[in-house]
């Protein structure tokens, strides 16, 4: 499952910035891996969302993910900031929202490997091109400073990972995700994170009885 960030209960992700919001780059880019994944044989690629622009919160994105029973709840985001460059976000420990506990540990060690293999994609496809930020717990962003995680992984119930792709208040950032030839790398390398992933030996957990 694909889920292209914005819009949500947080944040529009409709504000222009370097020329381009939010919710435009998250959106062709995900376009674009959609159709690079399409192309692996026996794998089945939905987003959470098929039109641009429609509210959707982090809770519904969760539970389509989990409707779906994702192999991965692949979510996509663009940073701002004082910084550039990349980086890769997981659940590292159980957050609370509105009364729901989550993720499961089981989901944080499988959202952690996620994490690996994405950042390994974007290392290899785009380390001499932007700055790697390396893995971080959720924790350190300001959602999930105040509830632990992300508020979409607390309500996961199967592996997940945000990719900040790049810094749209960086005007070389974002110059990159505005170019056609830009997001068919950041593609590749979600792609490429994507099959990593696939192909450990358990990359999902097992679903409870
Ligand atoms: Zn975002």
Redesign the pocket.
């Known amino acids: 499952v694909i889920d292209p960030?914005?819009p949500?209960e947080?944040?529009s992700?409709r504000k222009v910035v370097n020329g381009v919001s939010?919710l435009e780059a998250?959106w062709l880019t995900a376009l674009r891996l959609e159709s690079l994944l399409q192309k692996i044989p026996g794998l089945h690629v939905v987003k959470t969302r098929e039109k641009r622009d429609v509210m959707m919160t982090n809770q519904d994105r969760a539970k389509f993910a989990n409707t779906h029973r994702a192999a991965l709840f692949l979510r996509l985001?663009?940073?701002?900031g004082p910084g550039h460059g990349f980086t890769v976000y997981y659940p590292d420990r159980t957050g609370k929202h509105k009364g729901t506990v989550g993720p499961s540990a089981e989901v944080i060690t499988h959202s952690r490997r996620a994490a690996q293999c994405l950042h390994a994609g974007f290392r290899h496809f785009l380390g001499k091109t932007l700055r790697d930020n390396g893995i971080r717990g959720e924790g350190k962003t300001a959602v999930g400073g105040m509830y632990g995680a992300l508020i979409g992984s607390i309500y996961s119930e199967v592996p997940t990972a945000t990719v900040?792709m790049l810094f749209l208040t960086d005007p070389f950032d974002a110059s990159l995700v505005k170019s056609p030839d830009g997001r068919d790398l950041l593609a590749h390398a979600l792609a490429d994170g994507v099959k990593r992933f696939l192909a450990l030996k358990s990359p999902r957990p097992r679903t409870n009885p």
Request: aromatic share 0%.
């Open positions: 960030g914005h949500s947080i944040n992700g939010e998250n985001h663009c940073d701002a900040e």
